[in-house]
C-alpha cells in the first residue's frame, strides 16, 4: 500500500508562485513513476505533469509549460511541483499520484495506481 500527502497548496494572486510537494510511503522495492493532476469544481481530473523514476523523462501539460516543474527526490520520496506566473485558471485541487511502473510518464488518471487526498490552490485575480 501506497500514501501520498500533498501539502503546499494556498491563496496566491495572479502571477504568483507556489511549492507543491507530496510526500510518499513506499514500498523501497518498487520504482514508481508519479504524477501531478488538478481538477476545478465541476470538471474532470486533469493532467498537470509527470516523472519518471530516475526523473530523466518528465512531461507536461501544454498549459502549464514554462511555468510548472516537477522534480523528485528519492531518497526522501518525496515529489514537487514547482508552480510560477500562477493563473486563475490554475485554480485547482492538485493531487499527487502514483504507479508502479517507474518507467511509464502516464498523462491520463487511470494510468496511475494510488492518489493523495489533495490540496486547494486557488489563485486570485
Known amino acids: 500500500q501506497v500514501q501520498l500527502v500533498e501539502s503546499g497548496g494556498g491563496l496566491v494572486q495572479a502571477g504568483g508562485s507556489l511549492i507543491l510537494s507530496c510526500a510518499a510511503s513506499v514500498r523501497t522495492s518498487v520504482r514508481y513513476s508519479m504524477g501531478w493532476f488538478r481538477q476545478a469544481p465541476g470538471k474532470e481530473r486533469d493532467f498537470v505533469a509527470a516523472i519518471e523514476w530516475s526523473g530523466r523523462n518528465i512531461y507536461y501539460a501544454d498549459s502549464v509549460k514554462g511555468r510548472f516543474t516537477i522534480s523528485r527526490d528519492n531518497t526522501k520520496n518525496t515529489v514537487g511541483l514547482r508552480m510560477i506566473n500562477l493563473k486563475p485558471e490554475d485554480t485547482a485541487v492538485y493531487y499527487c499520484?502514483?504507479?508502479?511502473?517507474?518507467?511509464?510518464?502516464?498523462?491520463?488518471?487511470?494510468?496511475?495506481?494510488?492518489w493523495g487526498q489533495g490540496t486547494q490552490v486557488t489563485v486570485s485575480s
Open positions: 499520484a502514483a504507479h508502479w511502473d517507474g518507467r511509464t510518464l502516464g498523462r491520463t488518471p487511470n494510468q496511475y495506481d494510488y
